[in-house]
Nanobody, 123 residues
Framework: QVQLVESGGGSVQAGGSLRLSCAAS????????MGWFRQAPGKGREFVAA????????NYADSVKGRFTISRDNDKNTVYLQMNNLKPEDTAVYYC????????????????WGQGTQVTVSS
């Protein structure tokens, strides 16, 4: 089982930027695809972005394409989510998760989950 700890959340104004980090321990991080999901109040968990184990392939939700960038550092066992031009609708708790195989958009394709980090974007 992989333990995941997110950090970097906070409150920003619309148009601002944040960089989320997800530190992994307890497993072979470089063998797993990783994903970011988010959940806004009263809504279901939504796919944001994913990255393959080498970092050579990425996948983004249409709502964040061109604004968010996922990356990973396998030497540091960490995956990142750079979020630019944030919008109020990006407000949510953001979770990272370990992929079971690929780097798709279905939450069922992910196993271990972090505890989440809050991102709040004000207009």
């Amino acid at each position: 089982q992989v333990q995941l700890v997110e950090s970097g959340g906070g409150s920003v104004q619309a148009g601002g930027s944040l960089r989320l980090s997800c530190a992994a321990s307890g497993g072979s991080f470089r063998l797993y695809a990783m994903g970011w999901f988010r959940q806004a109040p009263g809504k279901g968990r939504e796919f944001v972005a994913a990255i393959s184990w080498t970092g050579g392939n990425t996948n983004y939700a249409d709502s964040v394409k061109g604004r968010f960038t996922i990356s990973r550092d396998n030497d540091k066992n960490t995956v990142y989510l750079q979020m630019n031009n944030l919008k109020p609708e990006d407000t949510a708790v953001y979770y990272c998760a370990r992929g079971r195989g690929g780097w798709g958009q279905a939450a069922s394709g992910y196993g271990d989950w972090g505890q989440g980090t809050q991102v709040t974007v004000s207009s």
